[in-house]
């Protein structure tokens, strides 16, 4: 299992579109899942330990975000075939579990991960109302292990700044997970 750490965030890059099936039966563009202060696009999935040790913080961030007007989504797009734990059913079963409140979509072909750049679960984008790039980094100092209560909220912190401001901080902390499980012909 490779551990990556994302890239710097390039600010102003528009988010790129989608048309992606949710666990909830529905088709979920980019446009559909933004909110009106702009657009949190999380790439997760079942399986990985750095996803697992933060899933009831992301659920409460995006919580607190979408009352600031943070419309929230999350992608897995890793190998369903090689890792079954990140099948579509799961997915099911893992939204309703954690009572997701976003889409949690399934990016069979890969496709949407490549046009946002992702590299690992967990991998956050955070958008501007105009949906342009303002967050690459962690949702918090956890790592395999969920960082101590108490542990500032990078993502929420950002994104509170960018759903007020339209502009992310300066200084951003990558993410660091598992790699995405890339398809082999």
């Given at each position: 299992?490779?551990?990556?750490?994302?890239?710097?965030?390039?600010?102003?890059?528009?988010?790129?579109d989608?048309?992606?099936?949710?666990?909830?039966?529905?088709?979920?563009?980019?446009?559909?899942?933004?909110?009106e202060?702009?657009?949190?696009?999380?790439?997760?999935?079942n399986?990985?330990?750095?996803?697992?040790?933060?899933r009831e913080?992301?659920?409460?961030?995006?919580?607190d975000?979408i009352?600031?007007?943070?419309?929230?989504?999350?992608?897995?797009?890793n190998?369903?075939?090689?890792?079954?734990?990140d099948?579509f059913?799961?997915?099911?079963?893992?939204?309703?579990?954690l009572?997701f409140?976003?889409?949690y979509?399934?990016d069979?072909?890969?496709?949407?991960?490549k046009?946002?750049?992702?590299?690992?679960?967990?991998d956050?984008?955070?958008?501007?109302?105009?949906l342009?790039?303002?967050f690459r980094?962690?949702?918090?100092?956890?790592?395999?292990?969920?960082?101590?209560?108490?542990?500032?909220?990078d993502l929420y912190t950002a994104?509170?700044?960018?759903a007020?401001?339209?502009?992310?901080?300066?200084?951003q902390?990558?993410?660091?997970?598992?790699?995405?499980?890339?398809?082999?012909?």
């Amino acid at each position: 299992m490779a551990s990556l750490e994302t890239p710097v965030c390039d600010f102003g890059r528009p988010a790129p579109d989608f048309a992606l099936p949710g666990t909830d039966g529905t088709i979920w563009t980019r446009d559909a899942c933004a909110g009106e202060r702009g657009l949190l696009v999380m790439f997760i999935c079942n399986h990985c330990p750095y996803v697992k040790a933060v899933r009831e913080r992301i659920v409460r961030d995006a919580r607190d975000l979408i009352a600031v007007g943070i419309g929230c989504v999350a992608i897995m797009s890793n190998d369903t075939r090689d890792y079954p734990e990140d099948s579509f059913e799961n997915m099911q079963r893992i939204a309703v579990a954690l009572s997701f409140p976003f889409p949690y979509l399934l990016d069979d072909t890969q496709a949407v991960a490549k046009a946002y750049g992702a590299v690992c679960t967990p991998d956050f984008f955070g958008y501007n109302a105009a949906l342009e790039l303002q967050f690459r980094g962690r949702l918090d100092a956890s790592r395999k292990e969920t960082a101590p209560e108490g542990t500032a909220r990078d993502l929420y912190t950002a994104m509170s700044q960018v759903a007020r401001t339209g502009e992310g901080p300066a200084e951003q902390i990558p993410s660091v997970g598992c790699s995405i499980k890339w398809k082999t012909a």
